[in-house]
């Protein structure tokens, strides 16, 4: 398998849930992201790691926890959402964090919240 | 704070037609563009990379330019064809990084058959 791949693709979750998304790349590649894509919006930054380490976190509340247990899984742990929080996560990886080389997105998992 | 505009927010056009899509952005000290397709429902898949040294890019029908003194991309889809029909995003780094980016909004296209 080759590229960014994100689970589950779809998930749709009460407020009072806990649930993951998760996020593998196979490309070698040392910097992974998180970004979040709602309707009309331009894509937000969330979460920057870069050789495992978080290195940019942007205001994002604490009822997303990011993890990255090694330079090729990338998780986003939920919990107590809200429904303003339902959009699509996207997942990216790229070489290193201060290349200017191509960013690569997984195909998102798209989050419901109820 | 980067801002990243991209005007029309939709275009439809009639099979066969050429193109141009416009990006513009507030922060003239970018390190690379790049230029990315998304399909409904789908992930991101980056089209062109423009790096700041460089005026344009080319990839078969597509041509982007960059000019960054007046914070302006241009991305150029030669005959087009209803497989080209996505939403295109435009996306700058933030100021002294890499590979964090600020997206617009993006255009969504249609090409008629």
């Known amino acids: 398998e080759t590229g960014v791949t994100q689970t589950p693709r779809h998930l749709v979750m009460g407020m009072t849930n806990k649930k993951s998304l998760k996020c593998e790349q196979h490309?070698?590649?040392?910097?992974m992201y998180w970004y979040k894509q709602s309707a009309k919006k331009p894509l937000e930054l969330m979460f920057v790691?870069?050789?495992?380490?978080?290195?940019e976190n942007n205001s994002v509340p604490s009822r997303f926890s990011p993890e990255c247990p090694n330079s090729s899984h990338l998780f986003l742990h939920l919990h107590t959402l809200q429904p303003e929080d339902s959009a699509l996560y996207l997942c990216?990886?790229?070489?290193?964090?201060?290349?200017?080389?191509?960013?690569?997105f997984g195909e998102g998992s798209r989050l419901t919240v109820l | 704070k980067q801002e990243v505009t991209q005007i029309p927010a939709a275009l439809s056009v009639p099979e066969g037609e050429n193109l141009v899509l416009n990006c513009s952005f507030t922060?003239?000290?970018?390190?690379?563009l790049q230029w990315f397709r998304q399909d409904p429902g789908k992930g991101l898949t980056s089209l062109l990379l423009?790096?700041?040294?460089?005026r344009e890019q080319t990839s078969g029908r597509l041509n982007a330019s960059l000019d960054k003194s007046s914070g302006r991309s241009t991305l150029y889809i030669a005959a087009s064809q209803p497989g080209d029909s996505a939403t295109y995003l435009c996306?700058?780094?933030?100021?002294?990084?890499?590979?964090?980016?600020?997206f617009g909004t993006g255009t969504s296209l249609t090409v008629i058959p």
């Open positions: 990216a990886s790229s070489q290193d964090l201060w290349s200017t080389g191509e960013l690569f």
């Open positions: 490309l070698g590649h040392n910097a």
């Open positions: 790691y870069s050789l495992e380490e978080r290195v």
């Open positions: 922060d003239s000290a970018i390190y690379n």
């Open positions: 423009i790096q700041s040294s460089q």
């Open positions: 996306a700058v780094p933030y100021s002294n990084t890499g590979n964090q980016f600020y």
